[in-house]
């Protein structure tokens, strides 16, 4: 394991791009395996900078991906959407695993997201359109 500079422990990584960031990020959902008022934007938060990052990587470095995969942050995704009753969460859920899908470019990428029906149970979970 990387030793880390006494900078990255006191303020993160210092790529934006790079494999220990997306470590840290998701070492914060890790922190926060259920979505609660009090953690709300900062798992939402995290959510939306690691899909940049896998899209950043879907070009650049396919370890982004893997990453992604390899650690189940898209099921974490649709856990937490099916776990909230909130409108406003799941919207913002929608609209991160809308970027994701819309712009990755790689076939296997596409392949890996569409696969095992994680998407399906996006689709057919039933929506309130009440209001």
Same mark, same amino acid.
């Given at each position: ?21 997306? %470590? ?15 953690? %709300? ?11 940049? !990052? ?25 856990? !937490? ?13 929608? %609209?991160?695993?809308? !970027?994701?899908? %819309? ?29």
């Amino acid at each position: 394991m990387p030793r880390t500079s006494l900078w990255e422990s006191l303020f993160g990584p210092k790529e934006k791009f790079s494999l220990s960031n997306l %470590q840290a990020l998701y070492n914060v959902l890790v922190k926060h395996p259920t979505l609660t008022d009090s953690n %709300q934007k900062t798992v939402l938060d995290t959510l939306r900078t690691i899909v940049e !990052i896998i899209l950043w990587g879907d070009v650049h470095n396919s370890m982004f991906f893997d990453f992604f995969l390899e650690k189940n942050v898209l099921s974490y995704m649709l856990r !937490i959407f099916s776990r909230t009753s909130s409108k406003t969460v799941k919207i913002e859920l929608i %609209q991160i695993m809308s !970027i994701l899908v %819309q712009n990755v470019r790689k076939d296997t990428s596409v392949y890996f997201l569409l696969s095992n029906n994680r998407i399906n149970d996006l689709i057919v979970h039933r929506m309130d359109y009440s209001d």
